[in-house]
C-alpha cells in the first residue's frame, strides 16, 4: 500500500493500481485497498473501474454509508443514475448526511426531475445551513428551472462567503449567467473565467438540462 501511495504520488497511476489490486489479492477482506483503487480510477476519470472497485468494497461492508456514496458517486459519474440513486437511499437509510443529500440532488437534476432535486438540497442545507456546494447546485437547479429571483437569492449568499473556494465562485459565475446576469457573473468568477469559458460552461449546462429526462417523481423528503 505504500509503495502504491508512493507510485501514485509519482503520477504513475497504471502501476499504482496494479498495486492496489495486488494489496487486496494478499488481503481479501481489507477494506483500504478497494477505496483507494475506486478514489484512483475516480482521480482519473474512469468511473467504470472506480464502480468495480467500491462494488467490490460495498459488498465487504454493505452497511458502510460512505462506500455506498463513492460508489454511487462513480455511478452516476458512469452515466448509471438508477443504480448511483439505490446505493444513495441505502445509503440514507443508514445515515443522515449532508453530502447525501447533495448526491441525491445532483442525480435528480440530471434527470430533470428540478422538483425532487430542489427538495433534496433544501433538506441538507436544513442540516447545514452554510454547505456552500449545497447551496451552489441549488441555485444552479433553480436557475436551469427558470427560477431566477430564487437563484439570485441563494447566489448572493455564497458569492459573499469568506469560505466560498475559486471552484464555488466559477460556479456561482455559471449560475448567474444561467439567470442572465453575465455583468455579474464576470464579476465574480476566477481569473479563467472570462467571457467565452462563462459561455461555454452556461451552454453546457443548459444542453444537460435540455437532454435531461424527467424520471417518476417519488415523495418529496420532508424538512423536519
Known sequence: ??????????????????????????????????????????????????????????????????????????????????????????????????????????????????????????????MTPEHLTLSTNLALSLALSGENEAAALVLDRVAVSAAASPAHRNMVAVAFALTGDEIRALSIGGPEMGRDELRRSVAAYREIGDRAVAITQPSLPQSD
Open 1 to 126: 500500500m505504500r509503495i502504491a501511495e508512493q507510485t501514485e504520488a509519482r503520477g504513475d497511476f497504471q502501476t499504482s493500481s496494479g498495486l492496489y489490486l495486488r494489496a487486496h489479492d494478499i488481503l481479501p477482506e481489507h477494506l483500504a485497498p478497494l477505496l483507494k483503487l475506486g478514489a484512483l480510477h475516480d482521480r482519473i476519470g474512469e468511473p467504470q473501474s472506480a464502480a468495480e472497485a467500491y462494488r467490490l468494497a460495498v459488498e465487504l461492508e454493505p452497511d458502510n454509508a460512505d462506500v455506498l456514496r463513492a460508489f454511487g458517486l462513480s455511478l452516476l459519474a458512469a452515466g448509471q443514475t438508477e443504480m448511483a440513486l439505490e446505493q444513495f437511499h441505502r445509503a440514507l437509510r443508514l445515515a443522515e448526511d449532508p453530502r447525501l443529500y447533495n448526491a441525491l440532488g445532483v442525480a435528480y437534476d440530471s434527470t430533470g426531475a428540478r422538483a425532487v432535486a430542489q427538495a433534496y438540497y433544501r433538506v441538507g442545507l436544513d
